[in-house]
């Protein structure tokens, strides 16, 4: 059977979701390990067994963390030559697209990124050109390594749950040695609301919103959504740029996307295209957005989004 390992990167008090899908993508292909990276705490080793790993494997240089991505492709490396795994699943971040990239080189393995679903085979499925087009890839090289967008498959535990067995993988000296280092970290202000990559909701809104982000945030908070924007509203200074949807923005795919004041440009519909169902709140009639939305509101989202906000909250009680 395959040998499947998943990279997860700081676990923290609780796995991601988009972790839980990368194991679980990792059974329907064969034999399941995790190469993490940080503290694991004793919940997170007995979800990682819930959902099928067999083994698990941590680097033997625990600063990892104090670099850039360089040695986590190293321990990467050469935690595959340990287990044997065949395929990588990496969670399709920027920093995971580098990690993969940069074990591809190690490996002399093929590199998909941007995936949204495998087959059993290992047959990768991307969602390419703004959402036109679905193409296939499979890597034809003995080890192939897979980002894959979150949001790509329900999470669902193993039918029998494993006690993972651990095993600590040697990082070679020399893989810090020319890495640029990590001086000083702080942290984002938290804003309440669920990472905007993985949010099971997205509010979005573009120039329409002329600065002011009001409405959509109640409306997000009513529906425990995540804030986003198109590149005229991160660019306007209106919202932070770790906001923007879109070809050079963050790509999302969530169940629900509601987009207010945004007009639908091929590079704003490159980032969100895959959503379930898209909503679009547009004062114009002709704006192209309508031609991708589930459903469309002809008005002012000045008008339209507290009406909402209201009724939800009215049926939420
Ligand atoms: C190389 C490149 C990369 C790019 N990358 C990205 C990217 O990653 N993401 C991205 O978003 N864009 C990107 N762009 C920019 C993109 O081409 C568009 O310019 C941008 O998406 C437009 O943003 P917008 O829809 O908010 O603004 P506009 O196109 O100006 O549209 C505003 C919309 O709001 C509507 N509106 C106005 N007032 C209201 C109101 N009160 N109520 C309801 N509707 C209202 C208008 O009818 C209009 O449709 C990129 C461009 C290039 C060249």
Redesign the pocket.
């Known amino acids: 059977m395959a040998k499947v390992l998943v990279f997860i990167d700081t676990p923290g008090e609780a796995l991601k979701k988009a972790s839980l899908e990368l194991l679980t993508i990792a059974r329907s292909l064969g034999e399941p390990a995790v190469a993490f990276n940080g503290e694991l705490q004793d919940g997170v080793a007995a979800a990682l067994g819930e959902y099928g790993a067999q083994a698990l494997y941590r680097p033997s240089a625990a600063e990892l963390d104090d670099y850039l991505v360089g040695p986590k492709a190293s321990y990467l490396a050469a935690a595959v030559q340990d287990s044997g795994a065949s395929v990588v699943l990496v969670e399709n971040s920027a920093e995971g697209k580098e990690i993969a990239a940069r074990l591809g080189i190690k490996l002399g393995a093929g590199v998909i990124t941007d995936v949204v679903a495998v087959d059993p085979d290992g047959t990768a499925h991307k969602s390419v050109l703004a959402g036109s087009y679905m193409t296939t890839a499979r890597a034809t090289t003995p080890v192939a390594v897979l980002t894959v967008k979150p949001n790509s498959v329900t999470p669902e535990p193993a039918v029998t749950g494993t006690a993972p067995q651990p095993a600590t993988v040697e990082v070679p000296e020399t893989a810090t040695a020319a890495s640029a280092r990590v001086t000083a970290r702080s942290d984002k202000p938290a804003s309440g609301r669920p990472e905007l990559s993985e949010a099971r909701i997205v509010v979005a809104?573009?120039?329409?919103?002329?600065g002011n982000f009001g409405p959509l945030e109640d409306l997000a908070d009513a529906l425990g959504a995540a804030i986003g924007?198109?590149?005229?509203?991160?660019?306007a200074g209106w919202i932070g740029h770790d906001a923007?949807?879109?070809?050079?923005?963050?790509t999302v795919s969530p169940q629900l996307y509601i987009s207010?004041?945004?007009?639908?440009?091929?590079?704003?519909k490159?980032?969100m295209q895959t959503a379930k169902v898209i909503v679009a709140?547009?004062?114009?009639a002709e704006?192209?957005?309508f031609e991708i939305a589930d459903f469309g509101i002809v008005?002012?989202?000045?008008?339209?989004l507290p009406q909402a906000t209201e009724e939800i909250l009215k049926r939420k009680g």
């Open positions: 809104g573009g120039r329409g919103v002329d924007a198109s590149r005229a509203a991160t660019d923007q949807i879109g070809q050079t923005g963050k207010a004041g945004i007009s639908g440009a091929i590079q704003q490159a980032g709140v547009n004062k114009d704006s192209p957005v008005g002012d989202l000045f008008e339209v």
